[in-house]
């Protein structure tokens, strides 16, 4: 048994990983690379896709799920594996990032292509390959996320995917993984914890009230998949302690994704079940209001304050967050709430130094608005997370993170006398 990465390799996105066993080839995640890296998508896969036997995704993140349909678009025709949470959201994430693309890799016929080999696998069911045996485990980063268990030639792997923050209240918590001869690990936050999910959300609650107070707007970039219903899941149970305003979902693909939450009431954690058996939605706070059409988005930067707007890219890599902000963040009143990562060299880490101005669509905007910074909402596993998750494993090879950070995790790994790599693209590993 092998495992070859193909993506995520001491970077963050891409995630692709061939696992040889049996006599079978299964490719584990199919991701787009983003940011700096996303030239690479329109290269080869390093491997044939017509000889890829088989397909498991661990959640529906571009970064993981992103070049299924180039796969598909350069011969793959075998079947998809997915829980029934993935597969939907999925659909979302994919007609949604073609919509986006400069410079697309694959068309809407790859996506539907891709769509209609997607197979159930539910967490704790075995698919039989020939010798090989592959499982999912809940990962509680997304609804439906998992990581991979695989078992052949009297060898066990276990395939982290992206393991979610255990602290927060949605999702259930990542379970443990079994004893493995080797786990490929993600690393994303591996050189510190969190901060702690409750003291995150009371500093969240008081910038609220302080703003909305005053009159002002609570700008908020969110991720249209799981942290933009986090924060509406927090508005829902807290908003008792906030003075009234309007909250906007400022995102159609949030809107949709929003929509079908109700659909995925058994991958959620206890507490949001139990929402939901009252007959109560925990998504939809009071006030709440999708905002589909463009002109609808305008008009909320001439409308007076108080009020709170959720909108995309989470990252400020585009989208309608950035016309917000630019009628937004001279306005002192006014707070910028950043409650996802934000890349080095990004208009967002930009914002965080705190410049006198910064310049957004082309226009120098005054930076008059209050910024904070709230790391404790990211959705995966912190350094002390992850060391608990991977506590007795015996070898682990780490990926999916910036190498200062899997070199920092690797570390504390070794001195407790785990045997520890980085994985490196295209090199086979032997489990």
């Known amino acids: 048994m092998r495992i070859v990465p193909f993506g995520a390799a001491r970077e963050v996105t891409g995630s692709a990983h061939l696992l040889l066993a049996g006599g079978r080839r299964v490719l584990l995640d199919c991701g787009m690379f983003q940011g700096k890296e996303e030239a690479r998508n329109h290269a080869p896969f390093g491997f044939d896709p017509k000889e890829v036997d088989a397909v498991l995704l661990t959640h529906a993140h571009l970064d993981h799920v992103g070049r299924l349909p180039k796969l598909f678009r350069e011969g793959y025709r075998g079947p998809v594996y997915a829980t ?11 007609e949604d ?5 400069d410079e697309p890799f ?6 539907e292509e891709a769509l209609g080999h997607l197979r159930p696998l539910e967490y704790g069911e075995w698919l039989r390959l020939g010798a090989l045996s592959l499982a999912f485990g809940q990962a509680g980063h997304l609804p439906g996320s998992a990581f991979v268990v695989a078992q052949g030639e009297g060898r066990t792997l276990v395939y982290s995917g992206d393991l979610g923050n255990r602290e927060k209240d949605v999702l259930p918590d990542p379970s443990p993984p079994p004893l493995a001869d080797l786990v490929l690990a993600e690393g994303t936050y591996g050189d510190r914890p969190h901060r702690p999910y409750r003291e995150t959300v009371r500093e969240f609650l008081e910038i609220l009230g302080k703003t909305l107070s005053q009159g002002g707007k609570v700008l908020i970039p969110t991720f249209a998949v799981e942290r933009a ?10 908003g008792h302690r906030l003075p009234r305003a309007p909250i906007y979902l400022d995102s159609p693909m949030a809107g949709r994704v929003l929509a079908l939450y109700p659909r995925l009431v058994r991958y959620f954690s206890e507490e949001v079940q139990a929402h939901f058996l009252q007959g109560k939605n925990p998504f939809r706070p009071a006030g709440l209001e999708v905002v589909e059409h463009t002109e609808a988005s305008k008009a909320l930067n001439r409308a007076p304050g108080p009020m709170v707007v959720l ?7 585009g989208g309608r967050i950035l016309h917000h902000l630019k009628h937004g963040l001279s306005d002192p009143r006014n707070a910028l709430v950043f409650v996802g990562y934000q890349p080095r060299g990004g208009l967002g880490a930009e914002i965080i130094a705190r410049p006198p101005a910064v310049r957004i669509l082309g226009e120098e905007v005054p930076l008059r608005a209050s910024v904070h910074t709230l790391g404790g909402f990211s959705g995966h596993a912190g350094q002390d997370e992850l060391l608990d998750w991977l506590q007795g494993e015996p070898r682990v090879v780490l990926v999916h993170g910036e190498e200062e950070k899997l070199l920092a995790l690797g570390k504390l790994l070794a001195l407790r006398g785990q045997e520890v790599s980085l994985a490196r693209f295209g090199e086979g590993v032997p489990v």
Request: net charge negative.
């Open 106 to 111: 694959f068309g809407p016929e790859d996506v």
């Open 97 to 101: 990032a073609l919509k986006v693309m």
């Open 229 to 238: 219903q986090e924060i509406l899941y927090v508005l829902y149970t807290h």
């Open 84 to 94: 029934r949470a993935t597969a939907l959201l999925m659909e979302i994430v994919l």
């Open 311 to 317: 909108a995309g890219s989470g990252m400020l890599a």
